[in-house]
C-alpha cells in the first residue's frame, strides 16, 4: 500500500517544530526582538502561495476575483519581506562590536 | 522547471530559514543569518516564477504588486525608530495572518490553479488545511491590529472586559469548528465567508481584554500563530518551504511566549484570560496611604555615583517612553571615565516585547557585553554601590519575593534593593501596571528622583 503524500508533509512539519525548538533556545535572549523580525520575514514566505494565485488567471483577464486576492497578498507578504529583513539587517547593525569607551 | 527540482530548491529555502535562525545564537553570526534569510527567500520567488514557467503579462503585475509592497516595506524598515519596535512587529504579523487570508480565498475561489480539484470539489484534505489556514490567519490579523492600536496608545491599554465574555468566546470557537465542518461537508462558500468573519471577530475579542504590559506576551502569541498560519497554506500548496517555515516561526512565537510567562510568573491562559490589573487596581487602592519618600535631585544623584565604584542600570518601559537611552549611555560614559564599573540588568519582561530593552541600548552604543540578563547579574546586586532604576517599576518590586499576597508573588524580580543605594527615576509616585505599590520607594536607601527619564539623565551627566 502507497504511503499518502499528506503523512511526508506532516512529517517535515512535526520535525521541522523540533528543529524551531532546539535552534530557538539556543538564541541568545538579547537578540530577541531580531528574532521576532526575522521570523516575520521569513513567515511571508507565504508569497510562493500569493504568486500562485496571481498568475493563476487566464491571458484574457488577468484580474478575476481570486487573481486579485493574489495580487493583494503578494504586496503585503512584499512589505513584510522587505521590512522585516532591513529591519532585522538595521538592528543587528547596532550589535557590532564596539571600541570600548576610554 | 520539474516539480520534483522545485521542491528540492524549496527544501533549500527551508534549511537556510533554519540556518537565519541558528544564526542568532550570538551576535556575531548574526548578520550572516539574516543573509542565509534573504537567500532563501529569493530562492523560493524564483523557483515558484520558474515552475510556472508561461511568462504571461501576469508576471508584469506580480513584479509591480511586489515592488509597491517592497517599497513600503523598505521605506517603513529605514524610518522606524527602534522604540517603535513592539508596534512594527505587531503591524507585521497582521499583514503575515492577511496575506494567509488572501492566498486562502484565492485558493477556495480558484482551486484548479492550485491543483485542488475543481470548484465546488476541492479535495477535502485541501479544503481542512486552507481552512485552518484561513482561521488563524484571521486571528492573526484582527488579533495583531488591536495590538497594534494598544501599543500604539491609539486604544487604551487598560483590558477591556465584559460579562459573559468567556462563553462567548468559547461559543465563538465552537462555532468555527462546527462551520469548518459544514464548510467541507457541503463546500458551499456561504460557510467560507462565515468562517473568515467569525475569526476576525475572536480574533479582535481575544486580544481586546489583554493589558497593555501583557503585551510581551501577546506579540509572542501572535508571532506563534502567524506561523501556524503560514503552516496551513503550506500543507494546502504542498510547499515544504512553507512548511518549514511555519513550523519554526510557530514554535519560535510558542517559545517566547512560554519564556515571557515565566518571566511574570503566570500561566499561559491566566494571561490569555485578560483582565490583569483591572482587578487588582481596586483592591490597591483601599490600602492606600501616605508614606515618607525621600525626595533628590540630580545633584545628589550625581553625588551618589561619583562615589560608587559599581553602578547597575535596571532600564524598563519608561526609558523607551521617553527615548532616554542615548542620554543614559552618555552618563553612563561619564560614570566610566571616572573609573566607575557599570553594567545593565534587564529583566525578561522589561519592555512591550522580548528583547526590547536590548535593541534600545544597542542602537545607544552599549557594548552587548555590559547588558546582562537577570540570572546572570542578579547577584551582584549585593556588591553594587548604586542601582540606577530608569522606568522600570514592577521588575523590582520585592514584594514578589516577600509578599504572598501580592498579585506579582512568585514572580522572579532583580535584587535592587540588596544595593547600598538605589536611584528610582519616576514620573510619579504612581504604582506600575500590575496597580500595586512598590516597597522600594519607602526604604531607607531608596532615593526617588521625580522627572522625565531623559531630563533627569541630562540633568546627572552635567552634574557628575
Redesign the interface.
Known sequence: MEID??IF?LS???L??F???Y???????????????????????????????????N?ES?F????I??????????????????????????????K??? | MSANLSAIF?LI??VL??L???G?????T??Q??LF??I??VI??TV??LS?GNF????F??FF??????????F???K?P?TA?PE??AG??S??G???V??A???F??P???NLGSSGNIKL?SLIEMSIGAVVGAITFSGSIIAFLKLQGIMSGAPITFKGQHPLNALILFSIIVLTYLLCSTQSSHFFWILLAVSFLIGFLLIVPIGGADMPVV??ML?SY??WA??G?????????????????????A??SY?MCKGMNRSFFNVILGGFGATEQSGASGSKEQRPVKNGNAEDAAFLMKNASSVIIVPGYGMAVAQAQHALREMV?TL??NDIKVSYA?H?VAGR????M??LL??A?V??DE?F?LEEINNDFANADVAFVIGANDVTNPAAKTDPQSPIYGMPVLDVEKCKSVLFVKRSLSPGYAGIDNDLFYKENTLMLFADAKKMTEEITKNL
Not at chain 1, 538579547?30 to 521576532?36: A, D, G, I, K, N
Not at chain 1, 478575476?64 to 487573481?67: E, G
Not at chain 1, 493583494?72 to 543587528?92: D, H, K, Y
Open positions: 503524500p499528506f508533509r517535515i512539519f512535526i521541522s517544530i528543529i524551531g525548538y535552534v530557538v533556545w539556543s538564541v541568545t535572549p538579547s537578540l530577541h526582538t531580531p528574532l521576532m523580525s526575522v521570523t516575520n520575514a521569513i513567515s511571508s514566505v507565504i508569497i510562493v502561495g500569493a504568486i500562485i494565485a496571481g498568475l493563476a488567471g491571458s488577468i478575476n476575483t481570486s487573481s486576492f493574489g495580487f493583494l497578498a503578494i504586496s503585503l507578504a512584499a512589505i513584510n519581506i522587505f521590512g522585516g529583513f532591513l529591519v532585522t539587517q538595521r538592528m543587528l547593525q547596532m550589535y557590532k562590536k564596539k570600548k569607551v576610554k | 524549496y529555502s527551508g530559514f533554519i537565519a535562525l541558528r542568532l545564537s550570538s551576535p556575531e548574526s548578520r543569518g539574516n534569510g534573504i532563501g527567500m523560493a520567488i515558484t516564477f510556472i504571461s503579462i501576469g508576471f503585475y506580480v504588486f511586489l515592488l509597491i509592497g517592497g517599497s513600503i516595506g523598505a517603513i524598515a529605514y522606524i527602534m519596535m512594527l512587529v507585521f504579523h499583514l503575515v492577511l496575506a494567509a488572501f492566498v480565498i484565492s485558493a475561489l480558484n484548479e490553479a492550485f484534505g506579540i509572542s508571532n502567524s506561523g503560514a503552516a497554506i503550506g500543507f494546502t500548496l504542498e510547499n515544504s518551504a512553507l512548511i518549514i517555515t511555519g513550523a519554526l516561526v510557530g514554535s519560535s512565537g517559545i517566547l519564556i560614559d566610566k571615565k534587564i525578561p516585547m522580548p528583547g526590547h536590548n535593541v544597542a542602537e552604543n557594548p552587548y547588558v540578563e
